[in-house]
């Protein structure tokens, strides 16, 4: 596959796990439950097509997002959802998990 194809559907892919993400953090939420996992799960997704990315855009993409994952926190409040620290920990540990796991496969299956 041509590179350019391939980083366009990368970029395309790590969006739509955006979009996806901020909407999951913006919807309203049951009140009982804990949704850390949640957090770190929808982060680690949205990273990947990232981290398998372009080694150039790697980093700076990753750090817009765990920036991403702190701000929908700041903004859960206006939408009638409690933004916490807790829940922006979990979103940079979803981010430098995905990060992590890349980096291991990208390593480990150089030929």
Known sequence: MERRALHRKITIAALMFVVVTTIASLAPLDPGRSDKAFHVIAYFLAVLPVAFGSRQFRLPLACAL??????????????????????????????????????????????
């Open 66 to 111: 765990m920036a991403w994952g702190v701000v929908i926190e700041v903004v859960q409040p206006w939408v009638g959802r409690s933004g916490n620290i807790s829940d922006a920990a979990a979103n940079l540990v979803g981010v430098l998990l995905g990060l992590g796991v890349a980096h291991f496969f990208r390593r480990n299956t150089r030929q």
